[in-house]
């Protein structure tokens, strides 16, 4: 079976730091591109962050450059989310993503994510 599983997430004051992690499963993770996407109440979901099988490239959310930092260990079939200076904006489930040949494309549960002071 397919697992995508996210934790990390919680409540953190504006300007705090959380890293979400997404454990994967079931797969051959190190061939697989894998993405973050955030989804807040009313709105669309939306990508964050995206990083290659072997990490030679990322891409991120205008909002969150500078801010959010996506990396992976493919040993420990592990994506991670370092999210710093968080502001109240960036409140959401954030939700991992694995896309990889002939069309397997998979979705973690997701995780909250809340920025409040």
């Known amino acids: 079976q397919v697992h995508l599983v996210e934790s990390g997430g919680g409540l953190v004051q504006p300007g705090g730091s959380l890293r979400l992690s997404c454990a994967a499963s079931?797969?051959?993770?190190?061939?697989?591109?894998m993405r973050w996407y955030r989804q807040a109440p009313g709105k669309e979901r939306e990508l964050v962050a995206g990083i290659t099988s072997d990490s030679s490239r990322t891409n991120y959310a205008e909002p969150v450059k500078g801010r959010f930092t996506i990396s992976r260990d493919n040993p420990r079939n592990t994506v991670y989310l370092q999210m710093n200076n968080l502001k109240p904006e960036d409140t959401a489930g954030y939700y991992c993503?694995?896309?990889?040949?002939?069309?397997?494309?998979?979705w973690g549960q997701g995780t909250q994510v809340t920025v409040s002071s």
């Open positions: 993503y694995a896309s990889l040949l002939f069309q397997r494309k998979y």
């Open positions: 079931g797969f051959p993770f190190r061939s697989a591109e």
